[in-house]
């Protein structure tokens, strides 16, 4: 509550406390002062209509001794009608002004002062004898003691008594006679007034406090407090906090506010949710691609890599097959002039047969590397390989394997060469049945697949045979790498494979259990489909 | 006498050129480039010409299609490391009578000189 109050043009609560709070101290002190006016008016009409029957019975009590001019009667009766508390003196005087009687007898014999109320109070020139249009017959004024006192006059009328009277002092055509005045003490009205103006200011200033505390506290409750709900709630959504709502169950504008709130933060949640999952979808996204664009990097580089590998080898091939031609022919000649079964023909044979398996290693080369453009044509998967697969089956080396053959119904075609799917067919028909010791079960699979979208005639070649050791499997396709006996295979095979499949626009991968066999996926774009 | 003439920028490849012809009764023509080999030919005649076809001023390719143009009927018989089908088939539309490829034994090579002289009788 206080904290509304350190900084009040901060706090709506304070400034309506403030406003309301000054509002009701106004019109509290208007009452209070409106109030103890009309008491005070009151109570003087009061008293004027008391002092008022007090001069007529004074006027009375002394009509009898005036008229039978006994002037110790008449000073008497005002001594003893001065005595009750409050009246502190009485006396009558002539309209000349002169004291005739008082309770105070040193004023006896006096003039009464001609700018007093006594005069003035009819007169406005007492002088001249002018008359005021709105007489006024009594006055209140402080006395000596500082307490409040009233003054009234009262005219004495020439009655008839007074005129016919024995003594005949007052002629007929005199109107009044004379003035009783009277001055009383209203010390005790003074008293009682101040009592219940004291009262009344209590009274007053207990209800604005008891009023701005009840205001101070249904503003706290309905104002003050809910609004720092809402703002300590708007500091947690800013702090990035949105599983707490604001709890204020009214349902007036501030209750209407939070609610609204409420559903703001759930509506924020609900993005943050999506966000994140957008985000967690994004990052997986990117994740993928950057694997994919890992592996396409790595492949280029695995093709570029072969490729110069290529570009050099044929080189060196080409070079070497000119002084190979020496050899072969030098050893030939010597060869002739040996004799049959001799030391040096026998030597010279060896010779020959490795010049001759140089010549073969120079060939796959050549063949791996030749980087000039094959056939445009089409390529029917299916028929290449029934056909590869038949031209192989009769050969020695393939009599103990078994061919199964699950292809696809429909007649998948692909751009290319067809001797150049062939080669790939016949090298992993080699490469099986190496692989196999000769002896096992080949089978092929054709179908179609999609990748990135697009078509693709997928052949399985999978082999029984030993399988491929996981650390071999990154340099299959490297040319001069091989798992055969030295003099068995060159390590060209699979990389010419991987070349011809990579100049179809294709792929090749291959999946390996040690024991179990070997599958070789060799993917290339579809053309068209013939059923 | 059998004229033959070869043309190779290898010093190799013409001697065992020459060592694999002469003892079967040719008369061998070394000429270590194409530009000397036109030059023989401007002089003499030959029966059969083995042309390499990679060389460095002057491809064999483009000595062929001199041979062709000069001495039309002329038998070249296109002697490559380069064994593919496309060269092949493009020495043989210029006109080359036959191909072989290296490294050659004595054998293969006498099979296509005498070939030549097979058809020629």
Redesign the interface.
Same mark, same amino acid.
């Not at chain 2, 490829?101 to 054998?107: A, D, H, L, V, Y």
């Given at each position: 509550m206080n904290s509304i109050f350190a900084n009040p043009e901060k706090s709506i609560a304070a400034k309506l406390i403030i406003a309301t709070g000054l509002l009701i101290v106004v019109f509290s002190f208007l009452f209070w002062y409106a109030t103890l006016k009309k008491q005070e008016q009151d109570i003087m009409s009061i008293a004027v209509k008391y002092g008022d029957s007090f001069v007529n019975f004074a006027k009375e009590s002394t009509h009898n001794s005036m008229l039978s001019l006994d002037k110790t009667q008449t000073q008497r009766i005002l001594e003893n009608l001065s005595t009750p508390e409050g009246v502190q003196r009485v006396k009558i005087f002539d309209h000349k002004g002169n004291v005739e009687f008082s309770s105070d007898q040193e004023e006896v014999g006096n003039e009464v002062d001609i700018n007093s109320m006594s005069c003035r109070g009819c007169h406005t020139d007492p002088v001249t004898g002018t008359l005021s249009p709105s007489p006024k017959k009594w006055s209140k004024y402080k006395d000596k003691k500082g307490s409040t006192s009233l003054k009234i006059v009262s005219q004495i009328y020439n009655d008839v008594s007074c005129s016919s009277a024995s003594c005949h002092v007052h002629p007929e055509e005199q109107k009044i006679l004379g003035f009783v005045e009277t001055d009383l003490s209203l010390a005790l009205l003074d008293e009682a007034l101040f009592k219940q103006g004291l009262a009344l200011t209590a009274y007053v200033i207990i209800f604005v406090i008891a009023v701005s505390l009840f205001l101070g506290i249904i503003n706290y409750k309905i104002v003050t407090n809910p609004v720092h709900k809402l703002s300590d709630g708007m500091k947690q959504v800013a702090g990035g906090d949105l599983d707490h709502p604001v709890q204020i169950d009214s349902i007036d504008e501030i209750g209407v506010l939070a609610s609204t709130f409420n559903s703001m933060i759930k509506d924020l949640k609900a993005a943050a949710g999506q966000k994140a999952r957008w985000t967690q979808t994004l990052e997986e996204e990117v994740a993928k691609k950057t694997e994919e664009i890992k592996r396409t990097q790595t492949g280029l580089i695995q093709t570029e890599k072969l490729a110069s590998l290529g570009r050099m080898a044929a080189g060196v091939a080409h070079e070497i097959n000119n002084p190979l031609t020496g050899v072969v022919t030098f050893a030939h000649l010597m060869r002739q002039r040996c004799k049959p079964g001799s030391d040096d023909a026998e030597d010279l044979d060896v010779i020959i047969e490795q010049a001759e398996r140089c010549a073969k290693i120079i060939k796959n080369l050549l063949t791996f590397a030749r980087a000039t453009p094959s056939e445009k044509g089409k390529i029917h998967i299916n028929n290449v390989i029934t056909k590869t697969m038949t031209l192989v089956k009769n050969q020695e080396k393939f009599h103990n394997v078994k061919f199964h053959m699950d292809l696809a119904d429909a007649n998948l075609v692909t751009d290319g060469d067809g001797t150049q799917f062939q080669q790939i067919c016949l090298n992993m028909f080699l490469n099986a049945a190496d692989a196999m010791n000769l002896r096992g079960d080949i089978t092929v699979k054709t179908h179609q697949v999609e990748e990135k979208d697009k078509p693709f005639v997928e052949t399985i070649f999978t082999d029984t045979g030993s399988g491929i050791k996981e650390e071999d499997l990154p340099k299959l396709f490297e040319p001069f790498f091989t798992t055969k006996p030295v003099d068995k295979g060159t390590g060209l095979g699979l990389s010419i494979t991987h070349g011809i499949v990579k100049h179809l626009g294709g792929s090749i991968r291959v999946k390996s259990t040690l024991g179990q066999g070997t599958s070789f996926f060799v993917r290339l774009p579809l053309i068209k489909q013939e059923i | 006498m059998k004229k033959v003439l070869v043309i190779d920028d290898?010093p190799?490849?013409r *001697?065992?050129?020459k060592?694999?012809l002469a003892p079967e009764g040719y008369d061998v023509t070394l000429a270590d480039s194409g530009r000397e080999g036109i030059e023989i030919l401007e002089r003499e005649t030959f029966d059969v010409i083995l042309l390499d076809l990679?060389m460095p001023d002057m491809s064999g390719i483009d000595v062929l299609k001199v041979i062709m143009e000069k001495w039309p009927g002329t038998k070249v018989i296109i002697v490559t490391?380069?064994?593919?089908v496309?060269t092949a088939v493009e020495s043989l539309r210029l006109g080359a009578y036959n191909h072989i490829?290296?490294?050659?034994?004595?054998?293969s *090579?006498l099979a296509a000189v005498k070939e030549v002289f097979d058809k020629k009788d």
């Open positions: - | 290898e190799i490849v *001697l065992s050129s060592r694999t990679k490391g380069y064994s593919t496309d490829e290296k490294p050659f034994t004595p054998n *090579l």
